[in-house]
């Protein structure tokens, strides 16, 4: 089923949206809270959330991208359940290493204000737009998707050491083009 008729399922409140939601994007969203998550069972309940949020959102709202806004609801649940998780054990792992990487190229207050979160997105859509296609997919791959190092080299064939070299100058090229476009870091 196609994107447009899966939002107009949500808009005429069909129970039939979740299901053709879950059978489209169930593996993506799956993938997403999984790689932050690393737990199947926490990744199938954020994922479980995200059509519950998903049905309360649409509508009122109507996504241009039914995927991206997918993925984002997933995302973020992820990543809240993984900062509960993490502040209750204390825990380290690969999303604080990864959240750690970005720290030095990513305003901190970033997100305090929809105007100037906006404005941060429309700059970093801009930043990818310059990087070649693999340096693209794998800071997207890195950086949004959240995933591990090792699954990047095997999947862009790729050693540990090039995969690391080139997410660290992508992220230098980062907070260059920031700061260039008067960001404060």
């Known amino acids: 089923m196609d994107d447009q008729r899966i ?6 409140r069909s129970e039939k949206a979740i ?4 059978a489209k994007y169930g593996r993506y969203c799956h993938y997403i809270a999984y790689n932050i998550l690393r737990n199947d069972e926490d990744a199938e309940e ?5 059509w519950l949020n998903t049905w309360n959102t649409i509508p009122p709202q109507k996504p241009r991208r039914l995927q991206a806004f997918l993925g984002k609801i997933t995302r973020n649940l992820s990543l809240n359940r993984y900062e509960k ?3 209750e054990k204390r ?10 990487e970005l720290s030095e190229c990513i305003p901190a207050e970033q ?3 929809i105007a ?6 429309d700059l970093l859509n801009r930043f990818l737009d310059t990087l070649s296609p693999q340096d693209c997919k794998l800071f997207v791959r890195r950086y949004w998707y959240m995933s591990p190092i090792k699954e990047l080299t095997r999947d862009f064939h790729i050693s540990e050491s090039k995969a690391s070299v080139t ?4 992220r230098k090229k980062l907070r260059t083009y920031l700061e260039k476009e008067g960001v404060t870091l």
């Open 91 to 100: 825990g380290g792992g690969e999303i604080t290493l990864i959240l750690d």
């Open 19 to 22: 299901t053709a939601t879950a």
């Open 85 to 87: 998780r993490t502040t």
């Open 111 to 113: 997100g305090s204000k």
């Open 46 to 50: 954020c994922v479980n959330d995200t």
């Open 7 to 12: 939002i107009q399922l949500y808009w005429d």
């Open 116 to 121: 100037e979160e906006l404005a941060f997105t």
């Open 167 to 170: 997410l660290f100058r992508t």
